[in-house]
């Protein structure tokens, strides 16, 4: 028997009470606190955009501060208390939350809710992470392009309550895992670097090979097209796989969300690309960003797909080279969304050493790419099954037989 079963055959035996997180807790709601009042030093602040972007499940330190007149008219947190998202564009990152264990109080704006309450910090923070917390929010859960749960909203949640030292046992297990998992990724962070360190020398190293572009070492550059979205006979039941440019992200493409019809494909500006084209994307937030399609694919419009002429260029290497020079390739947008378009993807220089020299390159950074982003080998595969067994063993550990209410 573990620990945990004994404290629960000692101190819970007929279960564990379940309470309206608003009967035992004190939600104070935040309010103001744009980005533009952040500053490095002064009172510690938390925005909530932070929480699901920069914080795990607790913190002790803030990465941001506000003035101690802006702190005045914000939401205070002290030691102890929860902070937790009320606002995300997924329902994923809306409920996320993470309990502040500073030694003094900070201050959180919208979007968010300082949660004040009896329990374990932790304990309630990872109870935060299960699935019946998941299923809870979907229910409460308001909008569709902002997904919203408000802190009435949250004050419904129904938590379970076990005592105290069971709480700080399932703790102590839990943070175990946590430090396990952080120690591996630090070490494949440290992977990445030296990886980024190879690209950048062996990339730099034939900088003085003849230049060309990449439109001069494509046989064929295209883009693609949307289907109407208000026609259902363009997408549903469709076999034909249509890339968007969220999907291009450094990597491989096996498989598209969205597929179109045979329909679509006749009636509107798509066509097929063939296999091992170096996408890149050319639209806003994800412009710059490459990939390659492993499969015949479509695209939208804001792919710029180019099918690399074999007898000039290894498809890899300009995939490398391209996803080496995305700061520099995004910095040539142009608008207010700074897009990129198909001429100025055209024009980007390029070296062009010899087959055999491309060849070799590729080959050295596709082992240190498989070592670092092959979910399958080394480091990212046992970080892969470390977080499953933390997944298994937090939502097993914070899932209790329910007390029955006396009759």
């Not at 932070?50 to 702190?71: H, N």
């Not at 374990?120 to 809870?136: G, I």
């Not at 952080?182 to 030296?194: G, I, N, P, S, V």
């Not at 470390?386 to 009759?407: I, K």
Request: one cysteine or more; glycine letters at 6%.
């Amino acid at each position: 028997m573990s620990r945990i079963e004994e404290l629960v055959a000692e101190l819970c035996p007929n279960g564990v009470p379940v309470h309206r997180l608003g009967d035992i807790a004190t939600m104070l709601r935040g309010n103001g606190m744009p980005k533009t009042m952040l500053l490095d030093a002064g009172v510690g602040a938390i925005h909530y955009g932070q929480i699901y972007t920069k914080y795990g499940t607790w913190a002790e330190e803030t990465l941001s501060f506000v003035s101690e007149d802006d702190a005045k008219k914000l939401t205070r947190a002290d030691p102890g208390d929860l902070i937790i998202t009320n606002t995300s564009e997924n329902l994923e990152d809306v409920g996320k939350a993470v309990a502040w264990l500073g030694e003094s109080s900070i201050v959180t704006g919208g979007h968010a809710t300082v949660i004040k309450h009896k329990f374990e910090s932790k304990f309630l923070a990872y109870w935060f992470q299960t699935p019946d917390f998941y299923t809870q929010k979907k229910k409460l859960a308001t909008g569709t392009k902002v997904i919203d749960v408000s802190a009435k909203k949250l004050e419904q949640v129904m938590v379970p309550v076990p005592p105290l030292e069971i709480q700080r046992e399932i703790v102590r297990i839990l943070d175990t895992f946590s430090k396990m998992e952080a120690e591996l990724e630090a070490e494949l962070e440290a992977r990445k670097q030296q990886y980024e360190h190879y690209r950048v020398s062996l990339l730099t190293s034939v900088e003085s090979a003849k230049w060309s572009t990449l439109g001069d070492i494509s046989s064929r550059v295209s883009t693609g097209a949307t289907p109407k979205a208000g026609k259902p006979e363009y997408y549903r039941d469709g076999t034909i796989p249509w890339l968007r440019t969220g999907e291009v992200t450094f990597g491989e493409v096996f498989d598209t969300e969205i597929k179109i019809t045979d329909q679509a494909l006749k009636e509107t500006g798509t066509s097929w690309i063939k296999e091992n084209c170096v996408i890149v994307a050319i639209s806003g937030a994800t412009a710059a960003r490459s990939a390659i399609n492993k499969i015949p694919l479509t695209t939208n419009q804001h792919c710029c797909n180019l099918q690399i002429d074999e007898s000039l260029a290894n498809y890899r290497f300009v995939f490398f080279w391209v996803s080496s020079k995305y700061e520099e390739l995004k910095s040539l947008g142009r608008g207010a969304r700074s897009d990129l378009n198909t001429k100025i993807i055209k024009d980007f220089p390029i070296p062009v050493p010899s087959l055999e020299e491309q060849a070799r390159i590729v080959g050295i950074l596709d082992k240190f790419d498989a070592l670092v982003n092959d979910l399958s080998i080394g480091l990212p595969a046992e970080l892969a099954v470390r977080r499953q067994l933390y997944e298994y063993y937090r939502d097993s550990l914070l899932t209790f037989e329910e007390l029955e209410p006396a009759s």
